[in-house]
């Protein structure tokens, strides 16, 4: 049946999502099926070979899978008649639980379940009857949807290789047509890992439904569906045998091992993006030499973990050996049921299984024919000539070799790719480094530019500002020179008046001091005056106290008198005559004594008074004199400390006047190097203004 002309879409791209971040291109096979030209990395279905390694790639999810599940589960709703065929590589996406998978979708309604391993079988044995009937040169197998789609767009000189049989979800669907009329009626339902299948079912006329593992699982999850609850529900198919591992890398080959023990020495098993392209892309080259073909079945698969690891399944993170661990314990159970005595269901032997898989073969019922789609890659893209692309490195600004710098960062292999890709409207030069580079220079140098012109046209306000302040402050220098200098000459009159009090008050300091000395003197002498007056007044307490004890002897004296004149009356005159003149004497003495005594005892009490008033002005005076002292001292002291104040007065004017000597000194330097400024603002002023036309 004839493919239709136009791939339908697989792979959707969320623009919400998108970064243009050009991870996808990166990863991405086919590269003209991105368009990066936009503000997001667009896709054209038309040239996707739908590997989905974009949607792997894409870690802000603006890229998800196609399929039919929304179509496949309102049609359940409806009851539409339903069958499905389950891909074998559902062992390991359902954590071994294919079974159960059985029992959930008949739940759903599904009237039988197929396993595809029988149509692996039954494609097996359609490329042997090929390749024994032609025996070809190189056979390239199919069953990789997404491969085929790459050689028909991009490598169609490889078409004639291909293996003219449908792939083993095709092979199923046609046995079920043609040898389960019951079934014919009903719609199809794929259950698979990989989107791109979709392509392959619209290109042969079979397959209704495209329901991805990935969407089961997400629905399941999202309702709350464990699978396990299901009973584990058999095929409705006779059961395979090592075609069960049909989804793992070499699964082809090592199925065809069962009839030719050496298919390994005639048999290339490659996979996974980034070799399988690369050796497709230079096979046909490699022909032409002779080199190729070294082997001549290709076992080829464009996912590095084979459909255990599709872009419908969430297999693409896990461990290898965790996927294929589950896919190959289903295939030691099958095994185990051949090798049991050859119980196979019904008891069938190896060859009863045989017989069985002729039963559901016919000549040219698997026949598969290809479509050349390259006209349509032609189409949208353009190969750009040498001087075309040598224009587009002008506009990315790559004018010297070193400017190819093929690193990749746009997300295409080379400089040359992207180039092409620009020509063609698919991307644009801002997505590339060396030119965001370049315009990022340019941008800044323009910046720069338009800064520097605003920091000429500041720098020039500032300057003309500047100078009118050095205009003013020139002005404002020789004024202040002028009173500077004036100033000096008053200040060294001022000295001049200091220098003279200073002298003066050197002269009073030793008047002074001289006073001071002087007082100290007749201070000294004062006290010892009052010293004399106290010794003076004790001798005359001294003399009071004599008089008073001649006064006694007097008193006595003038009793003995009174006694003798007694005793010479009693004596008689002759004998007292004499006692009476003694007596007399005596009398006159004492009387005499006594008013002498009298008067030197009041003269001394006199002189005592004077004394004693004396004494008393004495030490009057003598403090009188001591305060004269103290008053000498404070004005000495006082006259000490304005010498001293004058001597740093002095020292101090004599450093002013040093000083303002200095300071004339500078203010004339100063005014001078304003000057100088002022010429050299008005040269730089030039100098910018010629600076800017440049």
């Given at each position: 049946?004839?493919?239709?002309?136009i791939?339908?879409?697989?792979?959707?791209?969320?623009?919400?999502?998108?970064?243009?971040?050009?991870?996808?291109?990166?990863v991405?096979?086919?590269?003209?099926?991105?368009?990066?030209?936009g503000?997001?990395?667009?896709?054209?279905?038309?040239?996707?070979?739908?590997?989905?390694?974009?949607?792997?790639?894409?870690?802000?999810?603006?890229?998800?899978?196609?399929?039919?599940?929304?179509a496949?589960?309102?049609?359940?709703?409806?009851?539409?008649?339903?069958i499905?065929?389950?891909?074998?590589?559902?062992?390991?996406?359902?954590?071994?639980?294919?079974?159960?998978?059985?029992?959930?979708?008949?739940?759903?309604?599904?009237?039988?379940?197929?396993?595809?391993?029988?149509?692996?079988?039954?494609?097996?044995?359609?490329?042997?009857?090929?390749?024994?009937?032609?025996?070809?040169?190189?056979v390239?197998?199919?069953?990789?949807s997404?491969?085929?789609?790459?050689?028909?767009?991009?490598?169609p000189e490889?078409?004639?290789?291909?293996?003219p049989?449908?792939?083993?979800?095709?092979h199923?669907?046609?046995?079920?047509?043609?040898?389960?009329?019951?079934?014919?009626?009903?719609?199809?339902?794929?259950?698979s890992?990989?989107?791109?299948?979709?392509?392959?079912?619209?290109?042969?006329g079979?397959?209704?439904?495209?329901?991805?593992?990935?969407?089961?699982e997400d629905?399941?999850?999202?309702?709350?569906?464990?699978?396990?609850?299901?009973?584990?529900?058999?095929?409705?198919?006779?059961?395979?045998?090592?075609?069960?591992?049909?989804?793992?890398?070499?699964?082809?080959?090592?199925t065809?091992?069962r009839?030719?023990?050496?298919?390994?020495?005639?048999t290339?098993?490659?996979?996974?993006?980034?070799?399988?392209?690369?050796?497709?892309a230079?096979?046909?080259k490699?022909?032409?030499?002779?080199?190729?073909?070294?082997?001549?079945?290709?076992?080829c698969?464009?996912?590095?973990?084979?459909?255990?690891?599709?872009?419908?399944?969430?297999?693409?993170?896990?461990?290898?050996?965790?996927?294929?661990?589950?896919?190959?314990?289903?295939?030691r159970?099958?095994?185990?049921?051949?090798?049991?005595?050859?119980?196979?269901?019904?008891?069938?032997?190896?060859?009863?299984?045989?017989?069985?898989?002729?039963?559901?073969?016919?000549?040219?019922?698997?026949?598969?024919?290809?479509?050349?789609?390259?006209?349509?890659?032609?189409?949208?893209?353009?190969?750009?000539?040498?001087?075309?692309?040598?224009?587009i490195?002008?506009?990315?600004?790559?004018?010297?070799?070193?400017?190819?710098?093929?690193?990749?960062?746009?997300?295409?292999?080379?400089?040359?790719?992207m180039?092409?890709a620009?020509f063609?409207?698919?991307?644009?030069?801002?997505?590339?480094?060396h030119y965001?580079?370049?315009?990022?220079?340019?941008?800044?140098?323009?910046?720069?530019?338009?800064?520097?012109?605003?920091?000429?046209?500041?720098t020039?306000?500032?300057?003309?500002?500047?100078l009118?302040g050095?205009n003013?402050?020139?002005?404002?220098?020789?004024?202040?020179?002028?009173?500077?200098?004036?100033?000096t000459?008053?200040?060294?009159?001022?000295?001049?008046?200091?220098?003279?009090?200073h002298?003066?008050?050197?002269?009073?300091?030793?008047a002074?001091?001289?006073?001071?000395?002087?007082?100290?003197d007749?201070?000294?002498?004062?006290?010892?005056?009052a010293?004399?007056?106290?010794?003076?007044?004790?001798?005359?307490d001294?003399?009071?106290?004599?008089?008073?004890v001649?006064?006694?002897?007097?008193?006595?004296?003038?009793?003995l008198?009174?006694?003798?004149?007694?005793?010479?009356?009693?004596a008689g005159?002759?004998?007292?005559?004499?006692?009476?003149?003694?007596?007399?004497?005596?009398?006159?003495?004492?009387?005499?004594?006594?008013?002498?005594?009298?008067?030197?005892?009041?003269?001394?009490?006199?002189?005592?008074?004077?004394?004693?008033?004396s004494?008393?002005?004495s030490?009057?005076?003598?403090?009188?004199?001591?305060?004269?002292?103290d008053?000498?001292?404070?004005?000495?002291?006082?006259?000490?400390?304005?010498?001293?104040?004058?001597?740093?007065?002095?020292?101090?004017?004599?450093?002013v006047?040093?000083?303002?000597?200095?300071?004339?000194?500078?203010?004339a330097?100063?005014?001078?190097?304003?000057?100088?400024?002022?010429?050299?603002?008005?040269?730089?002023?030039n100098?910018?203004?010629?600076?800017k036309?440049?």
């Amino acid at each position: 049946m004839k493919s239709q002309s136009i791939l339908r879409p697989i792979i959707k791209v969320l623009e919400n999502k998108c970064v243009n971040c050009h991870r996808c291109i990166a990863v991405c096979p086919a590269k003209m099926c991105n368009d990066g030209s936009g503000k997001i990395v667009d896709h054209h279905s038309e040239l996707c070979i739908g590997c989905g390694e974009c949607i792997t790639a894409c870690t802000h999810g603006a890229r998800i899978g196609i399929d039919d599940f929304d179509a496949f589960m309102a049609d359940i709703k409806q009851d539409i008649p339903m069958i499905a065929i389950v891909a074998p590589a559902a062992a390991a996406s359902f954590q071994g639980l294919y079974l159960n998978l059985n029992g959930y979708l008949k739940s759903l309604g599904l009237k039988a379940i197929f396993d595809v391993s029988l149509g692996a079988e039954l494609t097996v044995k359609s490329y042997l009857e090929y390749m024994k009937r032609a025996n070809p040169k190189l056979v390239i197998a199919q069953p990789c949807s997404t491969l085929v789609s790459f050689i028909e767009l991009y490598r169609p000189e490889l078409i004639p290789y291909l293996a003219p049989v449908d792939s083993p979800m095709v092979h199923l669907m046609k046995m079920i047509r043609r040898f389960y009329p019951e079934y014919r009626n009903h719609r199809i339902a794929v259950i698979s890992p990989c989107y791109s299948k979709r392509r392959e079912f619209d290109a042969c006329g079979l397959g209704d439904y495209n329901v991805s593992f990935r969407s089961l699982e997400d629905y399941m999850d999202g309702a709350g569906i464990d699978i396990a609850c299901f009973p584990a529900t058999e095929y409705d198919n006779p059961p395979a045998e090592r075609a069960v591992l049909f989804s793992s890398p070499g699964g082809l080959m090592r199925t065809v091992q069962r009839y030719d023990r050496d298919v390994m020495g005639r048999t290339r098993k490659i996979e996974g993006v980034t070799e399988v392209y690369h050796y497709f892309a230079h096979l046909s080259k490699t022909i032409q030499t002779g080199n190729a073909p070294v082997y001549q079945l290709i076992d080829c698969l464009n996912c590095s973990m084979g459909c255990n690891g599709g872009p419908g399944t969430r297999n693409r993170a896990k461990h290898l050996d965790d996927v294929e661990y589950l896919v190959e314990r289903r295939r030691r159970e099958a095994q185990a049921t051949y090798q049991n005595q050859g119980h196979f269901r019904q008891h069938l032997s190896r060859k009863k299984f045989e017989k069985m898989l002729d039963k559901y073969w016919e000549q040219d019922l698997y026949r598969r024919d290809y479509e050349d789609r390259s006209a349509v890659f032609k189409k949208m893209v353009c190969e750009p000539n040498k001087q075309q692309i040598d224009q587009i490195y002008v506009k990315l600004h790559k004018t010297e070799k070193s400017h190819i710098l093929n690193c990749g960062a746009c997300g295409y292999r080379s400089c040359e790719q992207m180039a092409v890709a620009i020509f063609n409207h698919l991307n644009k030069p801002e997505n590339c480094v060396h030119y965001l580079e370049v315009l990022t220079s340019e941008q800044n140098k323009l910046k720069a530019q338009q800064k520097l012109n605003s920091i000429f046209d500041h720098t020039l306000g500032e300057l003309h500002r500047n100078l009118e302040g050095i205009n003013s402050l020139s002005s404002s220098i020789t004024e202040t020179a002028n009173y500077v200098f004036s100033s000096t000459s008053q200040i060294e009159k001022m000295v001049e008046g200091t220098l003279d009090i200073h002298s003066t008050l050197e002269k009073n300091a030793e008047a002074v001091l001289k006073l001071n000395q002087s007082s100290q003197d007749g201070k000294t002498r004062f006290h010892r005056i009052a010293e004399l007056i106290d010794e003076v007044s004790v001798q005359a307490d001294g003399l009071i106290k004599a008089c008073s004890v001649i006064g006694d002897i007097a008193d006595q004296t003038s009793i003995l008198g009174m006694n003798a004149a007694i005793e010479a009356a009693h004596a008689g005159q002759a004998v007292g005559k004499g006692f009476a003149v003694v007596a007399s004497e005596i009398r006159k003495l004492a009387d005499n004594s006594s008013k002498q005594a009298v008067k030197i005892q009041n003269s001394l009490k006199s002189i005592k008074v004077l004394i004693n008033n004396s004494k008393e002005s004495s030490s009057l005076a003598e403090n009188q004199f001591n305060l004269i002292v103290d008053l000498i001292n404070v004005v000495r002291d006082e006259e000490l400390r304005i010498k001293g104040t004058m001597n740093e007065q002095s020292s101090g004017s004599t450093e002013v006047m040093y000083s303002f000597r200095e300071i004339s000194k500078l203010i004339a330097k100063v005014k001078d190097e304003s000057s100088r400024l002022r010429e050299s603002g008005e040269s730089i002023i030039n100098d910018i203004n010629a600076l800017k036309v440049i």
